[in-house]
């Protein structure tokens, strides 16, 4: 139970006896590969948004996925696995942007369900790739389920209460429904924020009515960073008593994988009768065979991925598709 649990947080520890390497499943590629040393800038979200090009986002999330590929086999030759290394990239943000004073617009596609439905989509196939076979290129991350459009200074205390079900239906949840069902995208991240009483992570009508039994996903859910912390703490959403009641229901309500510390109470909750063993093997069981699917278990040698080399980061094509692209974003305003 103890290695279990080590492995359902971000940071996830190595089970030497099984051959389980050490895993980071934080990485970013919102507009290129993030944090990780050199690599192509393209222009922000609401900028490839403003090309109205899909066709173009989809060759820039291509090229971004070749970058990831090579940066990550020239980290794991080196025996380094840390975070911003891995091949889960927690991207693209696809929630709608209604106020321009809401911080982290820049990470969305803007104001239209539509536009952010079709840009998303192309964003997850470009990260995604094709299957080469056996393995698949990287794994995209839709994010931040669901409601979370700003404001950011109370985000990790806001309850969503009065909204519509057409506005819930019409607005906010088609970006996801697409990157579901037709981009087929392999990683979900609630969010900060409370929906109907219940913070996102632990709503069990956004992760399991809707998501799972509505849309049919099958893969795994990942908290945002922290995310379970505000469960307990009295001056966020405070719902929970502590971290044990906290992470047992976070993964009984469908959240699979921490970013965070609080999953490590997973087992005193266990012991608790707060949630089974069985119940965690399931969320477990999501967890590895996405590893297994991106040939992470397996040496390098045999994953065609593996063979990118480092020399697609920031090359002369990727600097000169950054350059068209950012062309494309180019709006008149009057």
Same mark, same amino acid.
């Given at each position: 139970?103890?290695?279990?649990?080590?492995?359902?947080?971000?940071?996830?520890?190595?089970?030497?006896?099984?051959?389980?390497?050490?895993?980071?499943?934080?990485?970013?590629?919102?507009?290129?590969?993030?944090?990780?040393?050199?690599?192509?800038?393209?222009?922000?979200?609401?900028?490839?948004?403003?090309?109205?090009?899909?066709?173009?986002?989809?060759?820039?999330?291509?090229?971004?996925?070749? @970058?990831?590929?090579?940066?990550?086999?020239?980290?794991?030759?080196?025996?380094?696995?840390?975070?911003?290394?891995?091949?889960?990239?927690?991207?693209?943000?696809?929630?709608?942007?209604?106020?321009?004073?809401?911080?982290?617009?820049?990470?969305?596609?803007?104001?239209?369900?539509?536009?952010?439905?079709?840009?998303?989509?192309?964003?997850?196939?470009? $990260?995604?790739?094709?299957?080469?076979?056996?393995?698949?290129?990287?794994?995209?991350?839709?994010?931040?389920?669901?409601?979370?459009?700003?404001?950011?200074?109370?985000?990790?205390?806001?309850?969503?209460?009065?909204?519509?079900?057409?506005?819930?239906? @019409?607005?906010?949840?088609?970006?996801?429904?697409?990157?579901?069902?037709?981009?087929?995208?392999?990683?979900?991240?609630?969010?900060?924020?409370?929906?109907?009483?219940?913070?996102?992570?632990?709503?069990?009508?956004?992760?399991?009515?809707? $998501?799972?039994?509505?849309?049919?996903?099958?893969? $795994?859910?990942?908290?945002?960073?922290?995310?379970?912390?505000?469960?307990?703490?009295?001056?966020?959403?405070?719902?929970?008593?502590?971290?044990?009641?906290?992470?047992?229901?976070?993964?009984?309500?469908?959240?699979?994988?921490?970013?965070?510390?609080?999953?490590?109470?997973?087992?005193?909750?266990?012991?608790?009768?707060?949630?089974? @063993?069985?119940?965690?093997?399931?969320? $477990?069981?999501?967890?590895?065979?996405?590893?297994?699917?991106?040939?992470?278990?397996?040496?390098?040698?045999?994953?065609?991925?593996?063979?990118?080399?480092?020399?697609?980061?920031?090359?002369?094509?990727?600097?000169?598709?950054?350059?068209?692209?950012?062309?494309?974003?180019?709006?008149?305003?009057?």
């Amino acid at each position: 139970l103890e290695e279990k649990v080590a492995l359902m947080m971000d940071n996830s520890q190595a089970v030497e006896r099984l051959g389980i390497k050490p895993y980071n499943w934080w990485n970013e590629a919102l507009h290129g590969v993030a944090r990780a040393g050199l690599a192509t800038v393209f222009p922000q979200p609401i900028g490839m948004a403003a090309s109205f090009s899909p066709e173009s986002v989809y060759e820039v999330f291509s090229a971004v996925s070749d @970058e990831a590929r090579a940066k990550n086999a020239n980290y794991a030759s080196q025996g380094s696995y840390a975070r911003y290394q891995g091949l889960t990239m927690w991207t693209p943000t696809v929630n709608i942007y209604r106020d321009p004073r809401w911080g982290r617009g820049i990470e969305t596609y803007g104001e239209d369900p539509y536009l952010t439905s079709r840009m998303g989509v192309m964003v997850v196939k470009g $990260l995604q790739g094709t299957n080469d076979g056996k393995y698949d290129k990287l794994h995209a991350c839709a994010k931040h389920f669901a409601v979370h459009s700003g404001p950011e200074w109370n985000r990790h205390s806001f309850n969503v209460e009065d909204l519509s079900a057409r506005d819930l239906y @019409e607005t906010y949840l088609p970006p996801f429904e697409a990157l579901v069902k037709e981009a087929k995208v392999k990683e979900v991240m609630c969010a900060y924020n409370s929906f109907e009483g219940e913070p996102c992570c632990d709503s069990n009508r956004l992760l399991t009515q809707i $998501l799972r039994d509505e849309w049919g996903y099958k893969h $795994l859910v990942v908290s945002d960073c922290g995310a379970i912390s505000d469960f307990f703490y009295k001056d966020r959403h405070g719902t929970h008593k502590d971290a044990a009641d906290a992470s047992a229901s976070a993964v009984i309500n469908g959240t699979d994988l921490e970013c965070g510390v609080e999953y490590a109470h997973l087992e005193e909750a266990v012991k608790r009768g707060l949630i089974t @063993e069985e119940r965690i093997n399931t969320s $477990l069981r999501r967890l590895l065979e996405a590893r297994f699917a991106l040939g992470e278990m397996d040496p390098d040698s045999i994953v065609a991925w593996s063979k990118i080399g480092i020399d697609t980061v920031d090359c002369d094509l990727h600097r000169q598709m950054a350059l068209d692209i950012t062309r494309k974003s180019m709006v008149l305003d009057r």
